[in-house]
């Protein structure tokens, strides 16, 4: 191997420090909203008056069985031209990365919600709790300690998918790259040193979410 390294390909750190604090700021936004919406859908998921949990876990399936990519795409290229509304590229790609989290998450919380002993639930009715007051009171508390492993590696993978706004040009990480590759013609050191960045970002949230297994595993 004659490969000569120019390590001076990636010397912008100015440029690089945006990049990175984009992708932070789309991950933790995203994954909050996700999360949020998750939480929403996933308690909808386990309602079955008026079919609330079928046409609930529909529209989840909608976003779980179709790519991010095309997503993110659709809401940019082809939403406008169904509704007239304009997106910018900063709001179609939120909007994909949130929806895909919530519906990921969405199937996270119900099975954890699923996974509480039904005795439980009478237990709580039975002292005249309300739908609402059991969920919030002796459900949801038990329930959250269960799926936060699932939650956090689920975290993880929305991190690596932020590497997909690149397709509408937002200025991440991954869309750097392509620019820097483009104008150094140093596809090497540019992508070794992206890789290298992600995984010193993620490898410790990875380390808390091994971590956090056997917690789990004494709290159920």
Same mark, same amino acid.
């Given at each position: +191997?004659?490969?000569?390294?120019?390590?001076?390909?990636?010397?912008?750190?100015?440029?690089?420090?945006?990049?990175?604090?984009?992708?932070?700021?789309?991950?933790?936004?995203?994954?909050?909203?996700?999360?949020?919406?998750?939480?929403?859908?996933?308690?909808?998921?386990?309602?079955?008056?008026?079919?609330?949990?079928?046409?609930?876990?529909?529209?989840?399936?909608?976003?779980?069985?179709?790519?991010?990519?095309?997503?993110?795409?659709?809401?940019?290229?082809?939403?406008?031209?169904?509704?007239?509304?304009?997106?910018?590229?900063?709001?179609?790609?939120?909007?994909?990365?949130?929806?895909? +989290?919530?519906?990921? &998450?969405?199937?996270?919380?119900?099975?954890?919600?699923? &996974?509480?002993?039904?005795?439980?639930?009478?237990?709580?009715?039975?002292?005249?709790?309300?739908?609402?007051?059991?969920?919030?009171?002796?459900?949801?508390?038990?329930?959250?300690?269960?799926?936060?492993?699932?939650?956090?590696?689920?975290?993880?993978?929305?991190?690596?998918?932020?590497?997909?706004?690149?397709?509408?040009?937002?200025?991440?990480? +991954?869309?750097?790259?392509?620019?820097?590759?483009?104008?150094?013609?140093?596809?090497?050191?540019?992508?070794?040193?992206?890789?290298?960045?992600?995984?010193?970002?993620?490898?410790?949230?990875?380390?808390?979410?091994?971590?956090?297994?056997?917690?789990?595993?004494?709290?159920?």
């Amino acid at each position: +191997m004659h490969y000569q390294f120019d390590w001076s390909a990636i010397a912008y750190p100015r440029l690089w420090l945006h990049a990175i604090l984009i992708t932070i700021v789309y991950a933790g936004s995203t994954i909050a909203l996700g999360l949020a919406i998750g939480l929403v859908l996933g308690i909808l998921g386990t309602w079955s008056r008026f079919y609330v949990d079928r046409i609930t876990a529909f529209g989840i399936q909608i976003f779980r069985c179709t790519p991010l990519l095309v997503q993110v795409v659709w809401f940019y290229y082809a939403l406008p031209i169904l509704t007239g509304l304009s997106l910018s590229p900063w709001i179609a790609a939120g909007l994909g990365l949130t929806l895909y +989290m919530a519906a990921f &998450s969405a199937e996270i919380f119900r099975g954890g919600i699923l &996974s509480i002993e039904r005795g439980q639930w009478n237990a709580a009715h039975a002292l005249g709790m309300g739908y609402g007051q059991v969920m919030r009171r002796v459900i949801l508390p038990q329930a959250i300690r269960r799926i936060i492993p699932p939650l956090v590696n689920q975290s993880i993978t929305q991190l690596k998918n932020t590497s997909l706004l690149y397709v509408v040009a937002i200025p991440d990480l +991954m869309y750097t790259s392509y620019e820097l590759t483009a104008r150094t013609y140093r596809p090497l050191e540019v992508y070794t040193f992206v890789g290298l960045v992600y995984f010193v970002i993620l490898y410790p949230v990875t380390l808390l979410a091994k971590r956090l297994e056997p917690k789990r595993g004494r709290s159920s």
